[in-house]
């Protein structure tokens, strides 16, 4: 059985899993930091009203590459742009993850940033 752009369905349902995934994990990170805020601010010896800028940094990260995105994937192809910014992605998070001080953290939001669109 075929679906309506004509490939099996078999082999539509993992590119769909896999872009599920991208958007949870993106709509996830949009929202989790702030909730950890005052344990994070805590954990780098900061005022939780100092953690703003973490925020910041991957917002216009992420709204100033949305533009370039689409012509990327056409340069590049859809899903080798995808694959990197999933790894590219993960590499950010292990390094917020990791970040013993808020200028490291605003870095790796930032490689978050980069990934996200």
Not at 53 to 80: C, E, H, N, Q, W
Request: hydrophobic content about 55%; glycine content about 6%.
């Amino acid at each position: 059985m075929k679906n309506n752009i004509g490939q099996p369905a078999s082999k539509q349902e993992p590119l769909l899993w896999l872009v599920a995934i991208g958007f949870f994990m993106q709509s996830l990170d949009a929202t989790i930091l702030n909730t950890a805020w005052p344990s994070r601010a805590a954990s780098l010896g900061q005022s939780p009203l100092h953690m703003q800028s973490v925020v910041v940094a991957y917002a216009l990260k992420t709204a100033m590459l949305i533009p370039a995105t689409g012509g990327v994937a056409d340069r590049f192809g859809t899903r080798r742009i995808y694959t990197a910014a999933m790894a590219l992605f993960v590499l950010g998070s292990v390094l917020c993850a990791l970040a013993p001080t808020l200028q490291f953290l605003v870095m790796a939001r930032v490689v978050q940033g980069w990934a996200a669109p």
